[in-house]
């Protein structure tokens, strides 16, 4: 296994249908409780020993978790309320290197991720299938995303990265057995 990709890399299908974006909503809406159960039992070590050699600590993920899923939620937001707007990169591997992810509380992102995973999935419920063809330009891919794309893509995200956590919890047990 490539514990880089844990769960494969994202592939969106050919067709989406209804019961397929309800299905990555659902697992939008479990995220915040899967991440909790894994990472509220870790001890403050635990959450800074990186998941593999050369990789992000548990705490990174965790705080990454809530800021790439706060800036997708605000994508959607201006998808459903522009015509294919231009979105702004961000540089996650600097953003993991601020001053206060080496040391925040993990508590904190998740109690963000759980307001902001109710909230955005409130609003996925809610839309027309139709509102899933709206877009955005996201001009470091140099595409246009569709909102069925990103639904997918951070159902996807969230499972790619509880993927890591798992992993680091289980070789950071092993390195201390």
Do not use: C, M
């Given at each position: 296994m490539d514990i880089r990709y844990p769960?494969?890399?994202?592939v969106f299908p050919p067709s989406v249908d209804a019961h397929q974006l309800n299905a990555w909503i659902d697992e939008m809406d479990a995220l915040p409780d899967q991440l909790r159960s894994i990472v509220e039992p870790l001890s403050e070590e635990r959450l800074d020993i990186p998941y593999r050699a050369?990789?992000?600590?548990?705490?990174?993920?965790?705080?990454?978790?809530?800021d790439s899923h706060l800036h997708a939620y605000v994508r959607v937001k201006?998808?459903?309320?522009?015509?294919?707007?231009?979105?702004?990169?961000?540089?996650?591997?600097?953003?993991?290197?601020?001053?206060e992810v080496a040391d925040f509380p993990?508590?904190?992102?998740l109690v963000l991720l759980d307001a902001l995973h109710h909230r955005w999935v409130s609003l996925l419920r809610r839309l027309e299938p139709a509102d899933f063809q709206r877009t955005f330009f996201h001009p470091e891919r140099n595409e246009r995303l569709s909102l069925a794309y990103i639904t997918g893509m951070y159902a996807w995200h969230g499972r790619h990265h509880l993927g890591h956590i798992e992993w680091g919890v289980q070789g950071s047990a092993a390195r201390k057995g």
């Open positions: 769960i494969g890399q994202f050369h990789g992000w600590t548990i705490r990174q993920v965790v705080h990454h978790l809530a201006l998808a459903l309320t522009e015509n294919n707007p231009t979105v702004k990169p961000y540089l996650e591997d600097l953003w993991n290197e601020t001053p993990v508590g904190y992102s």
